[in-house]
């Protein structure tokens, strides 16, 4: 089992040694790539960073529930999932651990596409998702709307690995990249907002790259 005490604590530093903003970002200035926020650097091997557990999930018992404030609970298997339209977005990918690589490929199904299966209730505005590794992150529902927030199964044209959250993650590239939920499992909706895993623990609730939103001191 991983040392959670050690590893929280590890990530949480590295988060707080983030937590003010950089000369360059107080001067309305982003690094020498106008494509990559204040505090970052660019690297292009894709680095893994996990809590230590790294959930094994054949596609033949991977699920996907949509439940919570929903006129239509659904749970969708691989096959249902394959079968929603299909899309290719390429996008920034920025850690809060200071690095961002850039255009990466993703292929998936953009959330909003499930979330309108699952038809929303008016009441609910946040968004819980759950991973097969007990992770949970939070967003409002409004932030997973946009076309280039989906769920990913393939990256530069192979299946998502098992280190990167296979059989598949969600990807959000105008948040940090712990908003989007390896091994993702579930997408639960309420009313009000319950913050996630790293976020009771003190990373900030937004997670904005562009304004360097690492820790909740920001």
Same mark, same amino acid.
């Given at each position: 089992?991983?040392?959670?005490?050690?590893?929280?604590?590890?990530?949480?530093?590295?988060?707080?040694?983030?937590?003010?903003?950089?000369?360059?970002? +107080?001067?309305?200035?982003?690094? +020498?790539?106008?494509?990559?926020?204040?505090?970052?650097?660019?690297?292009?091997?894709?680095?893994?960073?996990?809590?230590?557990?790294?959930?094994?999930?054949?596609?033949?018992? =991977?699920?996907?529930?949509?439940?919570?404030?929903? +006129?239509? %609970?659904?749970?969708?298997? =691989?096959?249902?999932?394959?079968?929603?339209?299909?899309?290719?977005?390429?996008?920034?990918?920025?850690?809060?651990?200071?690095?961002?690589?850039?255009?990466?490929? =993703?292929?998936?199904?953009?959330?909003?596409?499930?979330? !309108?299966? !699952?038809?929303?209730?008016?009441?609910?505005?946040?968004?819980?998702?759950?991973?097969?590794?007990?992770?949970?992150?939070?967003?409002?529902? %409004?932030?997973?709307?946009?076309?280039?927030?989906?769920?990913?199964?393939?990256?530069?044209?192979?299946?998502?690995?098992?280190?990167?959250?296979?059989?598949?993650?969600?990807?959000?590239?105008?948040?940090? !990249?712990?908003?989007?939920?390896?091994?993702?499992?579930?997408?639960?909706?309420? %009313?009000?907002?319950?913050?996630?895993?790293?976020?009771?623990?003190?990373?900030?609730?937004?997670?904005?790259?562009?304004?360097?939103?690492?820790?909740? %001191?920001?």
């Amino acid at each position: 089992m991983p040392d959670w005490k050690k590893l929280i604590e590890g990530k949480i530093s590295l988060a707080k040694r983030g937590a003010k903003p950089s000369k360059a970002s +107080e001067n309305g200035k982003t690094s +020498e790539n106008a494509r990559i926020p204040a505090g970052q650097k660019q690297v292009n091997n894709f680095p893994i960073l996990d809590l230590g557990i790294k959930p094994e999930i054949k596609l033949d018992d =991977w699920r996907l529930r949509v439940f919570g404030l929903v +006129e239509n %609970e659904i749970k969708l298997d =691989w096959a249902q999932f394959q079968a929603l339209p299909q899309i290719t977005d390429i996008s920034d990918f920025h850690c809060v651990t200071r690095w961002s690589q850039l255009d990466m490929d =993703w292929q998936g199904v953009r959330v909003r596409d499930v979330l !309108a299966l !699952a038809k929303p209730l008016n009441t609910a505005h946040f968004a819980t998702m759950h991973s097969y590794d007990g992770y949970t992150t939070n967003l409002p529902i %409004e932030a997973l709307l946009d076309d280039d927030v989906i769920l990913a199964h393939a990256v530069f044209g192979k299946a998502l690995s098992r280190e990167h959250g296979g059989p598949v993650r969600m990807i959000v590239p105008k948040r940090y !990249a712990w908003k989007g939920a390896k091994w993702i499992k579930a997408i639960e909706l309420h %009313e009000h907002d319950k913050r996630g895993f790293w976020e009771v623990r003190g990373y900030h609730n937004e997670a904005d790259p562009w304004l360097e939103q690492r820790f909740s %001191e920001d």
